[in-house]
């Protein structure tokens, strides 16, 4: 049971590049959210999705756009890479919306843009 | 004001020492709480929760909730060296969304 899978761990871009990220969960949860963590910042939500083919905006959404076409994936694209997305990218996954429901993490992926 | 405060440590302690972690927050609407650990290149796990005020209790590890404080805490006894790591407090008003405090990073040393 591999929960939540994070590719690629790493990457580096240069600015203006485009990427996407992908996060694949097998435990059939209905909620998705991608967080960026920086020191002193803690974790911030980026975008989040209460079920397949829905998406939402969280705390620092510019810059970045999602998709959740098929349940057990959601995507994190940025469109015209900056320094400032140079982060760690975290995706979670829950079997519901808190407070019910722990958020289940992946491993991450270390992003850095030149 | 960030809505959830927390020290960033470091924290080092002996094995076998009683560690306090502490956050505190501003938004009294708050009334999930949880602690998540995060090992060094891993994602958090979630480690406690408890719901309003109070206290909860789970092998050395114990946490509590003081809502007319608006502070948390994370008690752990009997620290081990595999208890090194970073500890996340998050909380939530009732809604699809966790706020992180930034993290304290605990070093237990043998």
């Known amino acids: 049971n591999a929960g939540v899978t994070q590719t690629p761990k790493f990457r580096v871009l240069k600015t203006g590049q485009s990427m996407t990220l992908l996060c694949a969960q097998d435990?059939?949860?209905?909620?998705m959210y991608w967080y960026r963590q920086d020191p002193g910042m803690g974790l911030r939500l980026i975008h989040y999705?209460?079920?397949?083919?829905?998406?939402a905006k969280g705390e620092v959404p510019d810059g970045y756009n999602v998709s959740r076409l098929k349940k057990q994936n959601f995507l994190l694209g940025l469109e015209s890479a900056a320094p400032s997305q140079t982060s760690v990218y975290f995706c979670?996954?829950?079997?519901?919306?808190?407070?019910?429901?722990?958020?289940?993490f992946g491993d991450g992926t270390r992003l850095s843009i030149l | 004001q960030k809505e959830v405060e927390q020290d960033p440590g470091p924290l080092s302690v002996p094995e076998g020492a009683i560690v306090s972690l502490n956050c505190t927050y501003s938004?009294?609407?708050?009334?999930?709480f949880m602690w998540y650990r995060q090992y060094s290149r891993k994602g958090p796990e979630l480690l406690m929760y408890?719901?309003?005020?109070g206290n909860k209790e789970d092998g050395r590890f114990t946490a509590q909730v003081d809502k007319s404080s608006k502070y948390i805490s994370l008690f752990i006894r009997d620290s081990q060296p595999s208890d090194s790591a970073t500890y996340l407090c998050?909380?939530?008003?009732?809604?699809?969304?966790?706020?992180f405090g930034t993290g304290t990073r605990l070093q237990v040393f043998p």
């Open positions: 408890t719901y309003s005020s």
């Open positions: 998050a909380m939530s008003a009732n809604t699809d969304k966790l706020i």
């Open positions: 435990m059939n949860h209905e909620y």
């Open positions: 979670a996954s829950s079997k519901q919306g808190v407070p019910n429901q722990p958020q289940h």
């Open positions: 999705s209460v079920g397949e083919g829905t998406t």
């Open positions: 938004n009294s609407a708050f009334q999930y």
